[in-house]
């Protein structure tokens, strides 16, 4: 028996044990499966190492330990045949329960995945359903953006993460990932202190599919890591739903392919919840009553440029080569459109913006 | 016996003069040279050795010493040469102090006795007080720019003695042989890319930087190099300056002054000496310093190293670039039009085109760019590639000739406010010279407010709108239409660590 251990729960044995190096998920699963956490810490864990001060940093940290059918771990996981054999949590982890969609997609989207992607976490949200993403860059923290900016009464975003719950990746989304704690729950089944190693988004992702009820994806390149979620929700027999993108924008490409294998399309959080079965309980607006309807505006060199313009990025060069508008013209009217709220322009590029219409 | 030759020696690009004194005297044979001399300079004593023994002399078999004064300044490469050779022959009485009296020389000898032309001979030539100086022949005509002292040319140091002696005429000093250069690129030949084109005649009538982005076959090499053209023949100053500094380089200068606005491409590679300036012991120019009032394209910018990019920084903002070392520092010209060439990503495609970078490649790419050196450039473009229609059926464009009219037009109204060119309008003045109209205030406003624009950002977005009116050959105020597309020539840089 380690000195000085008397008193700490089972839960301090198994986050020592999943801290130990060449303990990962599946070897922390079967030593979980045969022996009793502290049997486990006395077959496989180093006796240098001090139980009580690691369990020390969780309890310092407000990091809870679920153990596998334990009081705290989300029920529809523990069912699953790669269900974590540990889960960690910071925040509420109660509020997993109730309808899930997970919103995943490409790190590396365009503004339509980004705005299609924070629409969907704002108008889910508010219907009480709860959004489970992966914190990542882009779509997934277009997502949570949306949840967080869904107002009071929403559904509490929920996160599942590759590193350790005190390793925020990526920097850019500390804000974010504390948000996402406070409103929420951030899970991950790596240990404090895990680094964001390539292997763990894989696994990650299976714990998405495995929480989710319906899996959105909004945008993906041919070879994205949305590719291992979908792979991970279809062994489940979750469903797969694919937001259609242009068949020339290579970020839409494999959701445009996942179309055509047959996953329903989610043209909006409608169509979302005819897969949830919770038809009806969506706002009551007429479909296509966002910025396609909006009149487009009077002047014939900006109507012109919102047309050559199209939903996808162009630069002012292609602009005036499609409109046949002097540069000097074309600029004029796009700073016009850009005060209207009709584009944004970045590094050289204008997009259309459906978000404040 | 004692002798004195005048001479100079380089320092960066100016010349310093020189006094080579040596004494022969009697004593154990020997051949010292003192006052700093560097390896090329020290090493004379045994060209001078040869040369004299090949050229029929007699070498005295006596102590000879030579000093270079002033002894505190270090004298750097060769041309040392012949004034040390002259100096021990006058010292030696085989040749008569009163036939060298008020000549200055400089060169470098062979071991055959052949004078071989030193770089710098311009700036040299300056720092030269004498009524005469002889220089190799070669270099005759390069020494002739100066307007100084009398040019007399050298072909060998046999001749040389010749002339001295009164035994024969001086040759006559070459003029330049201007090679027939090939006409330089016409803007004509590019196909399409409005935009480009638009940018490139900005920069050159307003002096403002340019940075082009875009994928690999979008033509930005072929905008950037047809922007010389564009220039206005450089004035007299900015000539002489550019001459002193190709001079100091060892450049050949095959049409005598550089009259035509520099265009210099380092690759990548270069180190920040080569850019910089500096070197041990002869600090020479580099290339920020060659492109003095002309141009310095860097092509595939995001390859240069970090510490490279953003040592232009400094002379960016001041125009000259002061190369300290431990022996000397000196200061180069350097005002130069920085024109930079990138893909949007590593991979080349950029975002709109499939790129297949990772986002931490992509990132990576960014920070090469620091915000200080991206803010420096008027011009951020974005050019794509062109139209296969517009490449296969579209007219020519403009020529050069049209676009470098408007540009000295723009340029002489520029003028006429006190600046060289409308980048260089300070702040305080831009309330003045650049009104714009009220709805163009308001789009400014608008910008600012929205963050789209910072303070620095809009000096420069006024500037070029200033630009963009004169070469419109607007009035005083400068109306939306050239406040907008100032505003789009301006791309705000994509961020790397931003959260999408």
Known sequence: MVSGSAGLPPEAYAAALAGMPGVGPARLRELLDRWSPVEAWEAAGDPRVDVAERWSLYVEGGVAVHLRGSAGYPPTLVDDHEAPALLFSVGDVGVVDGPRVAIIGSRRCTRYGRDVAFDLGRDLARIGVRVVSGLALGIDGAAHLGVLAAGDGAAPPVAVVGSGLDVVYPRAHRRLWTQVAEAGVVLSEAPLGARPEPWRFPARNRILAALADVVVVVESRTKGGSFHTVQAADQRGVTVMAVPGPVRSPASAYTNELLVSGSPPARDVDDVLVALDLRGRGPKRKRGSSATAQPPPDDPHQAALLEAMGWQPSSLDQLVVRTGLSPGQASVALAHLEVGGWIVGQAGWWERDSSTH | ?500
């Open chain 2, 1 to 500: 016996m004692l002798a004195i030759v005048p001479s100079a020696t380089l320092l960066g690009v100016e010349g310093r003069p020189v006094a080579v004194e040596c004494q022969v005297s009697n004593g154990l044979p020997g051949f010292t040279v003192v006052g700093l001399p560097d390896t090329a300079c020290r090493e004379a004593r045994d060209r001078v050795r040869a040369a004299l023994l090949s050229s029929g002399l007699t070498w005295p078999m006596r102590r000879i010493t030579v000093n270079l004064a002033p002894s505190g300044i270090r004298k750097t490469g060769a041309g040392l040469d012949l004034p040390i050779a002259i100096a021990l022959l006058v010292a030696n009485e085989e040749l008569d102090a009163e036939s060298v009296a008020g000549m200055a020389f400089i060169g470098e000898l062979g071991l055959d006795g052949s004078v071989r032309r030193v770089p710098g001979t311009v700036p040299l030539v300056e720092a030269i007080s004498t009524r005469t100086v002889v220089v190799p022949l070669e270099c005759g005509a390069e020494a002739g720019l100066v307007g100084g002292p009398e040019v007399r040319g050298a072909a060998t140091l046999k001749s040389l003695l010749e002339c001295l002696k009164g035994e024969a005429s001086w040759p006559d000093v070459p003029p330049f042989k201007a090679p027939a250069s090939p006409p330089a690129p016409d803007l004509a030949d590019v196909r399409g890319q409005e935009v480009g084109r638009a940018a490139v005649e900005v920069a050159a009538a307003g002096g403002h930087h340019l940075l082009l982005s875009g994928p690999p076959g979008a033509g930005k090499t072929m905008l950037a190099r047809r922007l010389p053209g564009l220039l206005p023949p450089l004035d007299r100053d900015d000539s002489l300056v550019a001459t002193r500094i190709y001079s100091a380089a060892g450049l050949p200068l095959p049409q005598g002054l550089v009259k035509c606005a520099p265009f210099r491409a380092p690759h990548h590679g270069a180190s920040l000496v080569a850019l910089i300036g500096g070197g041990t012991g002869w600090i020479r120019p580099g290339e920020i310093s060659l492109s003095h009032a002309g141009v310095l394209f860097l092509d595939e910018m995001g390859e240069f190293p970090v510490s490279v990019l953003d040592a232009l920084r400094q002379p960016l903002e001041d125009g000259v670039v002061r190369v300290c070392r431990a022996r000397a520092s000196v200061s180069f010209p350097a005002r130069f039009l920085l024109v930079g060439a990138t893909n949007p990503c590593p991979c080349g495609r950029g975002d709109e085109a499939g790129c297949r970078c990772t986002v931490h490649a992509r990132a990576r790419y960014a920070r090469r760019f620091s915000g200080p050196l991206l803010d420096r450039f008027d011009l951020r473009v974005v050019v794509g590639k062109p139209d296969v229609d517009e490449l296969l059926r579209g007219g020519r464009g403009e020529s050069s000739a049209t676009v470098a009219a408007r540009v000295a037009e723009a340029r002489r109204r520029a003028r006429e406010r006190g600046v060289r060119c409308n980048a260089e309008l300070p702040a305080r003045l831009l309330d003045y010279s650049v009104p714009v109209t009220p709805s163009a205030q308001s789009l400014l406003e608008h910008k600012l407010r929205t963050n789209g624009l910072s303070a620095r950002g809009l000096h420069r977005v006024r500037r070029v709108a200033r630009t963009l009116a004169d070469l419109a050959g607007d009035g005083d105020v400068v109306g939306d239409e050239h406040v907008c597309l100032a505003l789009s020539l301006r791309a705000e840089p994509r961020l790397g660590d931003e959260p999408w």
